[in-house]
């Protein structure tokens, strides 16, 4: 399934725009970049089988698909699913001058077999309960964190060796859907499933505060300053942060941090002092620290953990 997406790829692609991964017939991954001048679009076959996880590298991309009334652009905040288990279909890719997109493939069998369901493996079970169930959404867009975003770098240019190369990218692909099934709640979830937090109107003021401790990551409010902005007080600032993301609110800002700090230091290359800057942290030994707690190494000894 995954191989004939991959071939119809190969065809219209030039080798040097073009880099797949084979994991096995029902996991892989491909990403590949416009070169030309003018607009590409590229059409890719999709089995009704399987799931694509779509995220733009650089530049602009878009994507729709026949017999949908649904086009969505890619972003370097947001990350795409795409599902059409109805039937056989073809994606439509469309890169603007440079744009580069990258992709991960995978069967739902495979998929749920990952997280301990049989779903899929009894074929007229699946078919049926695929005909009963009615989705709204062909394309799913997911927040493509920090984190995420050293994941889709790492895929193709973390490990060279052919002997263990996929092996790290199979551990590459089970990172990103780790890290997919554990994204925090939606504000709607939350609302439905939080012990504290119970109307949406309180909701939006804990996933407001969130933005604003992420936007004002280098220089962040105070506790009390954050709750008067967003128009709460700190008590229910705190148990409703914590009840919805699982973390204190300078807990979430310092993991957040870190990985941010992450993909500086392994995607854009910056030096270790200019990373600490960049995340709010003035003392370049606080930062090596707070990073060295969140991930077990220094930034250095990561960054050189990195290097083959």
């Known amino acids: 399934m995954i191989r004939k997406s991959v071939e ?12 797949t991964s084979m994991i096995s017939e029902e996991l892989g991954a491909y990403q590949f970049i416009n070169n030309d001048f003018d607009v590409n679009q ?11 996880f779509f995220f733009s590298v650089t530049g602009n991309v878009s994507l729709s698909a026949d ?5 969505i652009a890619l972003s370097n905040s947001k990350f795409v699913m795409f ?13 603007q001058s440079q744009a580069e997109v990258f992709s991960f493939v995978i069967s739902m069998k495979a998929l749920h077999e990952i997280f301990g369901s049989s779903f899929g493996k009894d074929e007229a079970q699946m078919n049926a309960f695929i005909e009963s169930y009615k989705m709204k959404r062909f394309f799913v867009d997911k927040e493509k964190t920090p984190s995420i975003a050293v994941i889709i770098h790492q895929f193709f ?9 996929k092996i790290y990218q199979q551990g590459k692909v089970m990172e990103f859907l780790s890290l997919y099934m554990d994204a925090p709640k939606s504000v709607k979830e939350a609302e439905n499933n939080c012990p504290y937090v119970m109307d949406a109107f309180e909701m939006n003021k804990i996933k407001e505060a969130r933005n604003i401790i992420i936007e004002n990551m280098i220089d962040p409010p105070s506790l009390k300053m954050l709750a008067k902005q967003v128009g709460t007080n700190e008590f229910k600032l705190k148990v409703g942060f914590k009840s919805v993301f699982h973390n204190t609110v300078y807990g979430f800002l310092t993991d ?27 003392n370049p030994s606080h930062f090596i620290a707070a990073y060295k707690r969140k991930y077990g190494v220094t930034p250095k000894q990561h960054v050189k953990s990195l290097a083959f």
């Open 8 to 19: 119809s790829l190969q065809k219209v692609l030039n080798d040097e725009d073009l880099q």
């Open 42 to 52: 590229i059409s890719l076959l999709h089995s009704r089988q399987m799931i694509h």
């Open 67 to 71: 017999n949908i009334d649904q086009k």
């Open 83 to 95: 599902s059409y288990p109805y039937s056989d279909s073809t994606i439509n890719i469309e890169l």
């Open 157 to 165: 240019n973390g490990v060279k060796r052919e002997n263990v190369q």
């Open 256 to 282: 957040y941090r870190m990985e941010v700090a992450q993909k500086l230091l392994t995607v854009d290359k910056l030096l270790i002092k200019e990373v600490s800057t960049h995340v709010g942290y003035s």
